[in-house]
């Protein structure tokens, strides 16, 4: 097993060339020589780079705890008999709404 999976070039979309191949660089390292990856190889300016990545990610873990949550609560026996109480026949409808409103803030963002 070899983890030179976890080492592979990020998408030229994300990041810089430089930053490209500074990663490449450091992947050519771990693979030939063994070596542990360096920090300092990083200019400042391509920093926010990796922090936009990282933030992307916050995003994207934080709408699927969203769409999570909201499935699960609404599956959850004490909340359903809460809103057949409330709600009557529209439980489904509330189901249905909150679900709906869940992923149009997940296709926007």
């Known amino acids: 097993f070899s ?5 592979l070039p990020p998408h030229t979309d994300y990041c810089s060339p430089a930053l490209a191949q500074s990663v490449e660089h450091e992947t050519l390292n771990l693979r030939v020589v063994g070596s542990s990856p360096t920090l300092g190889e990083i200019p400042f300016s391509q920093t926010w780079e990796l922090l936009s990545v990282l933030w992307s990610l916050v995003v994207d873990l934080g709408l699927l705890a ?3 949550t909201q499935h699960s609560l609404l599956a959850w026996s004490p909340v359903k008999q809460a809103l057949q109480s409330v709600l009557g026949a529209l439980n489904r409808t509330a189901y249905c709404f909150t679900t709906a409103l869940t ?6 963002y």
């Open 66 to 68: 969203l769409f999570t």
């Open 103 to 108: 992923l149009q803030i997940l296709m926007r």
């Open 3 to 7: 983890p030179s999976f976890l080492f």
